[in-house]
């Protein structure tokens, strides 16, 4: 398995403290998580940073492909690990966040034509009510 420092230094960036540490806490924690709770987690491992760098290091870690943000609509956003291209299921309900594989595996997923464009990301969101939450009535 690479180790970030490998990754980072692949997509070009610098490796430093800061984007180890966001990162290491994102994939640590799992599932898809806000720049408050890594900034909670990050102190609490006795590493604290601002959340200003949690912030700006989320932002470039996800300009390069190592983070991806999920849109859940209003409200925080929130980030995970990524580990591969997929899309993203939200419940209406409960908020819920979870993984929807993508078809082809790779940006930007689905065909489309727009005339003089050359499209390099399409980001499907499903919306409505999860299992948990449709069990519960």
């Not at 966040?97 to 790779?106: K, M, N, R």
């Not at 390099?120 to 499903?126: G, K, L, R, S, T």
């Amino acid at each position: 398995m690479t180790s970030i420092d490998e990754r980072i230094r692949d997509t070009g960036l610098r490796v430093t403290r800061q984007r180890v540490l966001v990162y290491d806490a994102l994939a640590a924690l799992g599932g898809h998580r806000t720049a408050d709770e890594l900034v909670s987690a990050l102190d609490a491992a006795g590493t604290a940073l601002p959340r200003a760098t949690v912030y700006n290091v989320l932002d470039d870690l996800s300009t390069v492909g190592l983070v991806m943000q999920a849109d859940r609509g209003p409200g925080a956003a929130v980030y995970e690990a990524a580990n591969g291209w997929h899309h993203h299921f939200v419940c209406r309900v409960c908020g819920a966040v979870e993984d929807v594989p993508c078809v082809i595996g790779s940006k930007p997923c689905i065909d489309t034509d727009v005339p003089g464009a050359a499209i390099d990301e399409a980001q499907i969101i499903f919306r409505g009510v999860c299992a948990s939450c449709r069990a519960a009535g």
